[in-house]
């Protein structure tokens, strides 16, 4: 099973970014889908997720500048990042959960976001 993350990078407060997961070695549809980050000294957080449904949860200091969304033909996950704060500067982490049977969750190697001036 992989997890590969891309799209990570240094941008302007403001800016935006796009991240993509892209997986391998599990049924993609199957499974729920989420972006976390964690940033220097703190805990891991999830960002934003989706279900194998297509619904989305989102965290309260992202909604309405990050979207999440997945295309199940090329079994990638995306975070469009607008909008971005130094305070959204942190590894992006993405991870997979499937729990129709037996339970599996798989994660990234994470990308790093880094918003500054």
């Known amino acids: 099973v992989q997890l590969v993350e891309s799209g990570g990078g240094l941008v302007q407060p403001g800016g935006s970014l796009r991240l993509s997961c892209k997986a391998s070695?599990?049924?993609?549809?199957?499974?729920?889908m989420g972006w976390y980050r964690q940033a220097p000294g703190k805990q891991r957080e999830l960002v934003a997720s989706?279900?194998?449904?297509?619904?989305?949860k989102y965290a309260g200091s992202v909604k309405d500048r990050f979207t999440i969304s997945r295309d199940n033909a090329k079994n990638t996950v995306y975070l469009q990042m607008n909008s971005l704060k130094p305070e959204d500067t942190a590894v992006y982490y993405c991870?997979?959960?499937?729990?129709?049977?037996?339970?599996?969750?798989?994660w990234g190697q994470g990308t790093q976001v880094t918003v500054s001036s």
């Open positions: 991870n997979s959960e499937y729990s129709g049977g037996v339970y599996s969750t798989y």
């Open positions: 070695g599990i049924f993609f549809s199957d499974n729920d």
């Open positions: 989706i279900s194998s449904g297509g619904n989305t």
